[in-house]
Nanobody, 115 residues
Framework: QVQLAETGGGLVQPGGSLRLSCTAA????????MGWYRQGPGKQRDLVAI???????NYGDSVKGRFTISRDNAKKTMYLQMNSLKPDDTAVYYC?????????WGQGTQVTVSS
């Protein structure tokens, strides 16, 4: 089992920034993938960004150029720096961890972008 602890959500004005963190604990693998997905009101859960243990990244089209994903393998922690936030970024953001075919999800953290 893998446990995921998310921090960093909150309320921010349009154009502002937030940083999310997710720390993994438990049966951590060496070749894994961590990432963020989000689900807005009345919408499906969509990819925000993912990063492999080797540092390869992939972003959803709507966040390219504004969000940056990174990770510290020694700390088993992943970060999502979100800049130039828009109201459409409002959603519950879920941490994701994948290893050896198993998938784990965090409980989610609310991000609200509003003036």
């Amino acid at each position: 089992q893998v446990q995921l602890a998310e921090t960093g959500g909150g309320l921010v004005q349009p154009g502002g920034s937030l940083r999310l963190s997710c720390t993994a604990a438990g049966s951590i693998g060496r070749n894994d993938v961590m990432g963020w997905y989000r689900q807005g009101p009345g919408k499906q859960r969509d990819l925000v960004a993912i990063i492999s243990s080797g540092g390869t990244t992939n972003y959803g089209d709507s966040v390219k150029g504004r969000f940056t994903i990174s990770r510290d393998n020694a700390k088993k922690t992943m970060y999502l720096q979100m800049n130039s936030l828009k109201p459409d970024d409002t959603a519950v953001y879920y941490c994701y961890y994948g290893v050896l075919g198993a998938r784990y999800w965090g409980q989610g953290t609310q991000v609200t972008v509003s003036s």
